[in-house]
């Protein structure tokens, strides 16, 4: 039996938004932290959250596809995700890793080297440019 699948509206948040996000509702910075830690002023850091709530709003309200992507981002830290299990962890600079410590697996993406990708980071220019993208 073939099941029809219907086409979902798609909402997009950039990575400067789900910064502020997670700053501010996940890590519980106050706004004057959180911009700090961004490196922008506090009114930027509440446009962005203000977006970023609306955006996700939208997603859980209206059934709406997110996809976070876009901007220039700097890292302070070495991300790296089993491509398996999806499992992501920091690394020191310089520490080699090769095996994942949830299931072992040797299939790893390393994020905050060149090339970029999620993780603790601060972005540059909201919608400067479509890099890497993230669906939830």
Not at 32 to 38: G, L
Not at 74 to 86: D, E, L, P, T, W
């Amino acid at each position: 039996m073939r099941v029809a699948m219907r086409y979902i509206d798609t909402v997009f948040m950039t990575i400067d938004e789900y910064e502020a996000l997670r700053l501010a509702d996940f890590e519980g910075m106050s706004h004057e932290e959180a911009a700090e830690e961004m490196e922008i002023s506090r009114p930027t850091f509440t446009r962005l959250l203000d977006s970023a709530h609306k955006k996700l709003a939208q997603m859980l309200v209206q059934g709406k596809r997110l996809v976070i992507e876009g901007g220039n981002v700097s890292f302070r830290y070495h991300i790296v995700k089993c491509a398996n299990c999806g499992h992501m962890f920091r690394i020191t600079p310089g520490q080699q890793i090769d095996q994942c410590p949830s299931c072992g697996s040797n299939n790893l993406i390393h994020f905050g080297l060149p090339g970029g990708g999620p993780g603790k980071g601060h972005g540059r220019g909201r919608g400067m440019g479509r890099g890497r993208r993230w669906n939830y």
